[in-house]
T-cell receptor, first 118, second 114 residues
Framework: AQSVTQLDSHVSVSEGTPVLLRCNYS??????LFWYVQHPNKGLQLLLK??????LVKGINGFEAEFKKSETSFHLTKPSAHMSDAAEYFC????????????????FGKGTKLSVIP | NAGVTQTPKFQVLKTGQSMTLQCAQD?????MSWYRQDPGMGLRLIHY???????DQGEVPNGYNVSRSTTEDFPLRLLSAAPSQTSVYFC?????????????FGSGTRLTVV
């Protein structure tokens, strides 16, 4: 069984300040972890992914995340928020791409809505 | 452009009506899935398929049917629509050997059942 907890349902930051979106996960396998972003009334866009290579993962638009197995965390960060970052962010876990048919199943967190104040 | 195509983008149904949400991908992905998104719930898996002719249930399968006759297409059928099925539906695909990374999502179908 696997689960994802996004610790904040809403985060508000000022433009130009750092962003931290927190995610804890639980998985019976060596997981793959993803962050997706969804802008209002849009589909989901992959920001970055961790699949058992480097624990510090760099994504698009200046975002990065660090996989910490001991803390079962995969927090998303960005040094300086931009107005265009305002969106909803989803942390997602999969059991791992090489764990059989069930490995394809994604489990989503409930989302964190990021607001950026000018 | 390569990707996942969902149709229609919007649909309004009356309670008890049936309909099919279409999903097609042109990336030769073996795995396809359907999710529904409800406010504050994230996305929840409805059904998935690991290849043509193979489907299985996800977390919230009741009221939905799927089939996978080709690699490209994975339609989702609502047999008798209920207001509880009002949601945004996303189709996604991936391939174990893909170098693209992650899963590719369609742009969604917003369904309202009245």
């Amino acid at each position: 069984a696997q689960s994802v907890t996004q610790l904040d349902s809403h985060v508000s930051v000022s433009e130009g300040t750092p962003v931290l979106l927190r995610c804890n996960y639980s998985s019976s396998y060596s997981p793959s972890l993803f962050w997706y972003v969804q802008h209002p009334n849009k589909g989901l866009q992959l920001l970055l992914k961790y699949t058992s290579a480097a624990t510090l993962v760099k994504g698009i638009n200046g975002f990065e995340a660090e996989f910490k197995k001991s803390e079962t965390s995969f927090h998303l960060t960005k040094p300086s928020a931009h107005m265009s970052d305002a969106a909803e962010y989803f942390c997602v876990v999969s059991p791992g791409l090489y764990s059989g048919a069930g490995s394809y199943q994604l489990t989503f967190g409930k989302g964190t809505k990021l607001s950026v104040i000018p | 452009n390569a990707g996942v195509t969902q149709t229609p983008k919007f649909q309004v149904l009356k309670t008890g009506q049936s309909m099919t949400l279409q999903c097609a991908q042109d990336m030769n992905h073996e795995y396809m899935s359907w999710y529904r998104q409800d406010p504050g719930m994230g996305l929840r898996l409805i059904h998935y398929s690991v290849g043509a002719g193979i489907t299985d249930q996800g977390e919230v399968p009741n009221g939905y049917n799927v089939s996978r006759s080709t690699t490209e297409d994975f339609p989702l059928r609502l047999l008798s629509a209920a207001p509880s099925q009002t949601s945004v539906y996303f189709c996604a695909s991936t391939n174990q050997g893909s170098t693209r990374g992650g899963y590719t999502f369609g742009s969604g179908t917003r369904l309202t059942v009245v």
